[in-house]
Nanobody
Framework: QVQLVESGGGLVQAGGSLRLSCAAFGVPFSLIRMGWYRQAPGKQRDMVARITTGGDTYYADSVKGRFTISRDNAKNTVYLQMNSLKPEDTAVYYC?????????WGQGTQVTVSS
């Protein structure tokens, strides 16, 4: 059974940092692309960052230079390091992947940035 389990969210002041983690179970982790999405209240879920099996990374314009996605294939885990956080980064953050043509999401972790 495939599971994506996020952790690391919380409340932080503007300018602060958080690191999110997503542990993947039941998937061939080293063979799949991983991504982070976020959804603020009343808004659609948008891509934040993604990382390929080869380690290539892509970011939404709004987080470039502040967020870094990385992966540890030995631990089946993908990370999102978030620096210089802004109130507009407040959202539920979801881990995402596609394996064997099926889409998987984590349960989400809340990130709240106070001004």
């Amino acid at each position: 059974q495939v599971q994506l389990v996020e952790s690391g969210g919380g409340l932080v002041q503007a300018g602060g940092s958080l690191r999110l983690s997503c542990a993947a179970f039941g998937v061939p982790f080293s063979l799949i692309r991983m991504g982070w999405y976020r959804q603020a209240p009343g808004k659609q879920r948008d891509m934040v960052a993604r990382i390929t099996t080869g380690g290539d990374t892509y970011y939404a314009d709004s987080v470039k230079g502040r967020f870094t996605i990385s992966r540890d294939n030995a631990k089946n885990t993908v990370y999102l390091q978030m620096n210089s956080l802004k109130p507009e980064d407040t959202a539920v953050y979801y881990c995402h992947t596609i394996s064997e043509a099926r889409v998987y999401w984590g349960q989400g972790t809340q990130v709240t940035v106070s001004s």
